[in-house]
Nanobody, 126 residues
Framework: QLQLVESGGGLVQPGGSLRLSCAAS???????IGWFRQAPGKEREGVSC????????YYADSVKGRFTISRDNAKNTVYLQMNSLKPEDTAVYYC????????????????????WGQGTQVTVSS
């Protein structure tokens, strides 16, 4: 059974950086992995997704140029480097995995997810 555990969240000032990690209980080679977030009163949205094989990535327009997703299959870990953070990035961030049945854009935009992590809080505030 695949389990995902996020870490790295916290409180950061606007303009600061954080790196989120998602550690998996099994090998990640097979899975498409995504980062999603949910702010209070809002729907969960796809932030960034990365393919299992060719490194193809998708980013939401709101984070392009500021966030970078990467994966280290040898460590069964996926990362989300978040730079130039804004107050509107405040949310609970979730790691998610799915079989490689859809494109990374479909996974992120339509939340085609089979497994969710428990989430980690990111708060951007001065």
């Amino acid at each position: 059974q695949l389990q995902l555990v996020e870490s790295g969240g916290g409180l950061v000032q606007p303009g600061g950086s954080l790196r989120l990690s998602c550690a998996a209980s099994v090998t990640l080679d097979y899975y498409v992995i995504g980062w999603f977030r949910q702010a209070p009163g809002k729907e969960r949205e796809g932030v960034s997704c990365i393919s299992s094989s060719d490194g193809n990535t998708y980013y939401a327009d709101s984070v392009k140029g500021r966030f970078t997703i990467s994966r280290d299959n040898a460590k069964n870990t996926v990362y989300l480097q978040m730079n130039s953070l804004k107050p509107e990035d405040t949310a609970v961030y979730y790691c998610a995995a799915a079989a490689p049945l859809f494109s990374v854009q479909t996974m992120c935009v339509f939340r085609r997810v089979a497994h969710w992590g428990q989430g980690t809080q990111v708060t951007v505030s001065s």
